[in-house]
């Protein structure tokens, strides 16, 4: 994790992330920048490393990408573990995440089923000759001038899934330079009355791409879980910035 000035905080503290916990599961709210495994031995820290401090059988159920914000599941026993990834091998974990996007877009539970291909290194394109299955629903929560928030429910999880699909829908993520989104700068959005300092250079409402993980719902052995988190500070910021001057 990151603060503003790109430096990673020394007093992250793994039990603040926490938004459940039980005897056999902990769920936290992860925040962007942040890394689900380690990367390197003796780089930054990741969700892994945090949780294995904290308790030492940790394991991580799924991943989220590093910039990406929001819910994720880690398994306090391998038995726990074992019966989550049964239901994703299973696709019985409904997952629904929130991005900002460019445009208006009405999606009306529009489904997105373009195959997907890995090609390694953190790369991915649409193949439809060689591809892997992968779906997503979209469906427009928030309409402004210039951007749209969006619901998108991943049926399958492909590397990079929400954010190749939105592009191929020619919207693009806020922040995606990989798929061609770009920030939102205030004084795109707020055409009277921005100033700036002599010599200070403008930056992005947001340093990253808008995507978070906001609802998880599953079943563990008999017991069913709903989990929603609450956006991180970049995110509710953004929108914010939107509702009063791109309405």
């Known amino acids: 994790m990151k603060t503003l000035d790109g430096r990673t905080p020394k007093f992250l503290q793994f039990a603040d992330l926490i938004i459940h916990e039980d005897d056999n599961l902990i769920v936290i709210n992860k925040p962007p ?16 490393r945090l949780a294995k401090k904290y308790h030492p ?8 990408d590093k910039e990406t914000s929001g819910l994720l599941l880690i398994a306090k026993n391998p038995e726990t573990y074992r019966l989550i990834a049964i239901e994703f091998e299973r696709r019985r974990v409904s997952k629904i995440y929130h991005a900002i996007i460019e445009g208006t ?13 890995n090609l390694g290194n953190k790369n991915v394109t649409i193949d439809r000759a060689n591809g892997k299955r992968a779906e997503t629903y979209f469906k427009s929560l928030r309409y402004f001038k210039h951007y749209t928030l969006v619901e998108c429910r991943p049926i399958t999880g492909r590397m990079h899934q929400i954010r190749v699909h939105l592009a191929t829908q020619h919207a693009a993520i806020v922040g995606d330079t990989l798929y061609r989104g770009k920030p939102v700068f205030l004084s795109q959005i707020k055409k009277r009355g921005f100033t700036l300092g002599k010599g200070q250079e403008e930056l ?8 978070h993980a906001r609802e ?3 079943t ?3 017991q069913a879980y709903h989990f929603e988190a609450p956006y991180p500070k970049d995110f509710a910021t ?9 309405d």
């Open 220 to 222: 563990v052995g008999d």
């Open 33 to 48: 920048f942040l890394a689900s495994l380690d990367e390197r031995e003796g780089g930054e820290a990741s969700v892994l």
């Open 105 to 117: 877009h009405v999606f009306e539970d529009l489904l997105v089923d373009l195959p997907i291909l």
């Open 57 to 64: 059988d940790a394991q991580i159920c799924h991943r989220l």
């Open 216 to 218: 998880l719902q599953l």
């Open 204 to 211: 992005p409402i947001m340093k990253r791409f808008a995507l």
């Open 238 to 246: 953004l929108l914010r910035q939107l509702e009063k001057y791109d």
